[in-house]
């Protein structure tokens, strides 16, 4: 799934950006954006690994609001 995250930037480096998408490959300043991500998570070893939550999601949508606790053996 995907997630939005709103960046605001300096006039230079949105002209920049801006100029780079025009220049390149590039369909939009996300598209950009997201190159130079995947570029230094490539530098970095890849993704942060996710750890899993310590206890699942509730099962209902209202389990939260009840006040559910599922038990151990319901994990």
């Given amino acids: 799934m995907r ?3 709103n960046l605001s930037f300096p006039d ?6 801006r100029d780079r ?3 390149a490959a590039f369909a939009s300043a ?3 954006i997201r190159a130079l991500v995947r570029a230094d998570m490539g530098r970095a070893g890849g993704p ?12 209902r949508a209202n389990d939260a609001i009840d006040g559910y606790t599922p038990t151990r053996e319901e994990y």
């Fill in 30 to 32: 996300s598209e950009y």
């Fill in 12 to 17: 230079d480096i949105y002209y920049f950006i």
């Fill in 21 to 23: 998408v025009d220049s």
């Fill in 48 to 59: 942060p690994k996710r750890q899993k939550p310590r206890f699942p999601p509730p099962r």
């Fill in 3 to 5: 997630k939005t995250l």
